[in-house]
């Protein structure tokens, strides 16, 4: 395993399975990624703004269900 590998806890074939062969990631992941990478990939203000949207639909669904 290099660096890298070791930073990110997973080989680079787990690596490459993860980005190339998914149509989504797991966000701990994604953040595990930008702090080993230095990167800005997402931030806090979009997680909180995603998870706020996915709570009103989920209550919205809920409530048409119920009707």
């Not at 997973?10 to 993860?18: K, R």
């Not at 909180?48 to 119920?66: F, L």
């Amino acid at each position: 395993m290099n660096e890298l590998d070791v930073k990110l806890g997973f080989s680079n074939l787990v690596f490459s399975d993860l980005i190339n062969s998914r149509d989504s990631i797991n966000l701990n992941i994604v953040l595990k990624l930008q702090n080993v990478l230095g990167v800005e990939l997402i931030t806090k203000e979009e997680i909180v703004e995603a998870c706020s949207h996915y709570c009103d639909y989920s209550w919205n669904k809920a409530v048409e269900d119920i009707q």
